[in-house]
């Protein structure tokens, strides 16, 4: 059973500050990718990761930088916080690339930045 | 870029109904993702289909790939299956992503 897993399900933190997502999935997938969700929006691909050390941008790249220095292990940088970074953050690994492989999610981060 | 569109946005009915969620997209396709997502966030793979039909307990999920239109039906429908239901599709950059609609809130009555 794939299992995803991050680092908090709640954080509040203030303008400013440098943020850390952390992601850890335990099926030896390739791939992984970092989302965010807002009401009426969905969700959207910040950046995904095809190999340790590769990152691709998504749809929002801005104000983000992700960092995978191991296989299993994905983080997403906020580098200064912004008030409208304010969302729901969803982490996710597929096995193998393209629209067509399951992605598996994780529980998600609800972060709040005043 | 693949445009993808749910309904209804939102919608309640009582236990024991039949329920319908609609997702069409504009670029064809041949493979759709059901997601759901209960509340506290976590999202959960229902389907992913590429023609015809698939039946997982009370759960259908229908696609016509020549329409561009998938269907997810619930049949005898009960409380715990109130939650968020997300089509997606693959899109954009070679089709190495997902493109999500924006989800069907359903909340099932007692």
């Known amino acids: 059973d794939v299992k995803v897993t991050q680092s908090s399900r709640y954080l509040v933190k203030r303008t400013g500050e440098k943020v850390f997502l952390e992601c850890v999935q335990d099926?030896?997938?390739?791939?992984m990718f970092w989302y965010r969700q807002d009401p009426g929006l969905g969700l959207r691909l910040i950046y995904f990761?095809?190999?340790?050390?590769?990152?691709e941008k998504g749809d929002i790249p801005e104000g983000y930088s992700v960092s995978r220095e191991k296989k299993e292990r994905f983080s997403l940088i906020l580098e200064s916080a912004s008030t409208n970074q304010t969302s729901m953050y969803l982490c996710?690994?597929?096995?193998?690339?393209?629209?067509?492989?399951?992605?598996?999610f994780g529980p998600g981060t609800r972060l709040t930045v005043l | 870029k693949n445009e993808v569109e749910q309904s209804p946005q939102n919608l309640t009915a009582q236990e024991g109904e039949f329920i319908t969620i609609n997702c069409s997209y504009s670029?064809?396709?041949?493979?759709l993702h059901w997601l759901q997502q209960h509340p506290g966030g976590g999202i959960v793979s229902l389907f992913m289909?590429?023609?015809g039909k698939k039946k997982h307990g009370r759960l259908i999920a229908t696609i016509n790939i020549q329409e561009k239109h998938s269907s997810l039906h619930i049949t005898a429908s009960h409380p715990r299956d109130s939650a968020v239901y997300i089509c997606?599709?693959?899109?954009?950059?070679?089709?190495?992503?997902?493109?999500f609609g924006q989800g069907t809130r359903l909340t099932i009555n007692p």
């Open positions: 996710a690994s597929s096995l193998s690339l393209g629209g067509y492989n399951e992605q598996f």
């Open positions: 099926m030896d997938h390739e791939n």
């Open positions: 990761s095809y190999d340790v050390k590769m990152k």
């Open positions: 670029v064809g396709i041949s493979a």
């Open positions: 289909l590429s023609s």
């Open positions: 997606a599709l693959p899109g954009g950059q070679g089709a190495q992503k997902l493109v």
